[in-house]
């Protein structure tokens, strides 16, 4: 067993893992964060989609000890301070863009990292980021239309502060 310390959701956290231990593992297991999914377990399906250092990566496919000293967002980091919820979060509640939800945490931080990086998606542009995610309930119409209106009123709140 080695210790691994990274920072989860702001907060610094340090575990005795083995070398094999996934960091999808280390999240749920460990640390009790069971808002990341696993879903397939082969990297398929997107629904441990969690940001490290910022990046979108599926928790499922980095082992936990390459995270050392890494800043680790998880859907539970996606909520306001207040604990309601964020604006990706709300958006994908108020237009349907989920039925059972399992795919829910990863979409949303899917759509988090498109959205860093590109502020005002094409609907063409949002369906090919999420090639990577996969839902079985939706159709992923609704989940288009959330990230959509997330990045207008993400797009609102910027122009507002300006
Ligand atoms: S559980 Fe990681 S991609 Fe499916
Ligand atoms: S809402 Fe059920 S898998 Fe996407």
Redesign the pocket.
Known sequence: MTVVSLVVNGKQVSREVEGRTLLVELLRDRLGLTGTHVGCDTSQCGACTVHLDGEAVKACSVFALDCEGAEVRTIEGMANPDGSLGVIQQAFQDHHG???????PG?VMSAAALLKDNPNPSEKEIREYLEGNL????GYHNIVRAIQAAAAELGSTRVAAE
Request: proline content about 0%.
């Open positions: 989920l039925q059972c939800g399992y795919c829910t979409m839902c079985r309930c939706t």
